[in-house]
Protein backbone atom coordinates (compact mmCIF):
# COMPACT_ATOMS: atom_id res chain seq x y z
CA UNK A 1 0.00 0.00 0.00
CA UNK A 2 3.11 2.51 1.01
CA UNK A 3 4.37 1.72 -2.57
CA UNK A 4 1.21 2.44 -4.38
CA UNK A 5 0.69 5.55 -2.67
CA UNK A 6 4.46 6.44 -3.07
CA UNK A 7 4.26 5.49 -7.00
CA UNK A 8 0.80 7.61 -7.34
CA UNK A 9 1.99 10.60 -5.62
CA UNK A 10 5.17 10.28 -7.29
CA UNK A 11 3.26 10.25 -10.74
CA UNK A 12 0.88 13.38 -9.47
CA UNK A 13 3.65 15.69 -8.54
CA UNK A 14 5.19 14.82 -12.16
CA UNK A 15 2.71 15.59 -13.88
CA UNK A 16 1.27 18.59 -11.81
CA UNK A 17 4.29 20.57 -11.43
CA UNK A 18 5.33 20.88 -14.58
CA UNK A 19 3.78 23.79 -17.48
CA UNK A 20 5.32 21.80 -20.24
CA UNK A 21 5.51 18.40 -20.14
CA UNK A 22 7.59 16.45 -22.83
CA UNK A 23 7.67 12.60 -23.35
CA UNK A 24 11.28 12.09 -22.39
CA UNK A 25 10.94 14.43 -19.57
CA UNK A 26 8.31 12.65 -17.64
CA UNK A 27 9.77 8.81 -18.65
CA UNK A 28 13.27 10.48 -17.33
CA UNK A 29 11.45 12.12 -14.36
CA UNK A 30 9.28 8.53 -13.54
CA UNK A 31 12.74 6.67 -13.97
CA UNK A 32 14.63 8.53 -11.23
CA UNK A 33 11.81 8.53 -8.83
CA UNK A 34 9.95 5.35 -9.35
CA UNK A 35 12.15 2.63 -11.08
CA UNK A 36 15.41 3.40 -10.15
CA UNK A 37 14.71 3.33 -6.01
CA UNK A 38 12.62 -0.39 -6.66
CA UNK A 39 15.72 -1.46 -8.59
CA UNK A 40 17.93 -0.80 -5.73
CA UNK A 41 15.78 -2.12 -3.47
CA UNK A 42 15.35 -5.26 -5.31
CA UNK A 43 19.24 -5.93 -5.70
CA UNK A 44 20.04 -4.82 -2.29
CA UNK A 45 17.46 -7.47 -1.09
CA UNK A 46 18.79 -10.00 -3.64
CA UNK A 47 22.36 -9.84 -2.52
CA UNK A 48 21.32 -9.64 0.96
CA UNK A 49 20.00 -13.17 0.57
CA UNK A 50 22.83 -14.55 -1.37
CA UNK A 51 24.97 -13.37 1.60
CA UNK A 52 22.83 -15.42 4.32
CA UNK A 53 22.93 -18.28 1.53
CA UNK A 54 26.96 -18.27 1.99
CA UNK A 55 27.50 -17.74 5.08
CA UNK A 56 24.82 -20.68 5.94
CA UNK A 57 26.87 -23.02 3.74
CA UNK A 58 30.43 -21.68 4.95
CA UNK A 59 28.81 -22.46 7.99
CA UNK A 60 27.88 -25.94 7.53
CA UNK A 61 31.38 -26.42 5.48
CA UNK A 62 33.16 -25.96 8.83
CA UNK A 63 30.82 -26.90 11.65
CA UNK A 64 28.43 -29.81 9.36
CA UNK A 65 28.93 -33.69 10.84
CA UNK A 66 27.77 -34.88 7.26
CA UNK A 67 30.21 -35.62 5.07
CA UNK A 68 27.72 -35.50 2.18
CA UNK A 69 26.78 -32.02 3.59
CA UNK A 70 30.25 -30.70 3.95
CA UNK A 71 31.15 -31.64 0.44
CA UNK A 72 28.04 -30.10 -1.37
CA UNK A 73 28.80 -26.76 1.02
CA UNK A 74 32.41 -26.98 -0.03
CA UNK A 75 31.77 -27.27 -3.92
CA UNK A 76 29.08 -23.82 -3.69
CA UNK A 77 31.58 -22.24 -1.62
Avoid at 27 to 44: C, E, G, M, R, T
Avoid at 50 to 65: E, N
Amino acid sequence: MMSAKYIGSAIFTIITNSTDIKGFQVAQSLYDKIFFPFIKIAVYVVLGAMFVILVSRVITLLFGTDADARKKAGTII
